[in-house]
């Protein structure tokens, strides 16, 4: 286990963590003087697993560690992230719920064809829109967590989440795209090459069935002459 996959499992265990925050109204931290309320520890939270994020992509390629588990689990523990904070300011009545079934169902989605392209022995990398939609998700929550507290953020979170709601189904097209071409197209390759060999195999079987049945015969013109013969044989 390398440090950037191990930063990886980090983002993991910073999901519960956010949501037992997020969720609990009551958290309150004095520190020197200032009232830190549930929404500013979150928000920290949230922060510092989106910096993981950042840094096991970054020590995975500056290092050259960059290993199958790595880029398998590294797409679903910033799905587990973004859902778990996206869920969670639902249920604080900041972001609504058709956006967030909109963006959590595109991550379903994409975790789908990345597993189907995975059981094919392809790995669909991460694309720039995808980065990209990623990058705006960690706006977009971070205004609305901003806007718990502060009303003035909650329409700033709502125009980002209507952006993320666009790169997310513009991201999800061309991942589509990548998995039709590698996946599909491989997958309708074998068939093609399951059926030539098959039709190969029935070749072999009916020219062996032929030669089987030209031996028989020449072995049944071959007893028939020797019948012959010795019916023509005078007896002694």
């Known amino acids: 286990m390398n440090l950037p996959n191990s930063l990886t499992l980090a983002r993991i265990f910073f999901v519960p963590l956010l949501v037992a925050v997020l969720v609990q109204e009551k958290i309150l931290l004095h520190w020197n003087g200032a009232v830190i309320s549930n929404d ?7 922060w510092i697993a989106a ?12 290092w050259q560690q960059v290993t199958t588990i790595g880029t398998l689990l590294d797409p679903i523990a910033d799905k587990l992230l973004v859902s778990a904070a996206l869920i ?41 829109l995808g980065k990209t ?7 977009a929550i971070s205004l609305a967590l901003l806007g718990i507290r502060h009303p003035g953020f909650v329409l700033w979170a709502h125009g980002s989440m209507y952006l993320v ?26 068939g093609r090459q399951e059926l030539l060999n098959a039709e190969r195999q029935r070749r072999k079987v009916l020219i062996a069935e032929y030669r089987a049945a030209a031996a ?21």
């Open 133 to 139: 939609k990623t990058f705006l998700q960690v706006v």
């Open 165 to 190: 709601v666009v790169f997310s189904m513009w991201s999800a097209v061309a991942y589509f795209n990548q998995f039709w071409r590698r996946v599909d197209v491989a997958v309708k390759q074998r």
């Open 51 to 62: 910096a993981t994020d950042l840094l096991d992509g970054y020590l995975a390629r500056r």
């Open 216 to 236: 028989e015969r020449k072995a049944q013109r071959a007893a028939a002459r020797a019948a012959r013969a010795a019916a023509r044989r005078p007896s002694a």
């Open 88 to 128: 969670s300011l639902v249920q604080v009545q900041v972001v609504p719920g058709w956006l967030v079934v909109v963006i959590v169902g595109r991550e379903f989605a994409v975790s789908g064809l990345r597993s189907i392209a995975a059981a094919e022995g392809y790995t669909i990398q991460a694309s720039e």
């Open 40 to 46: 500013v520890i979150a928000l920290a939270i949230f």
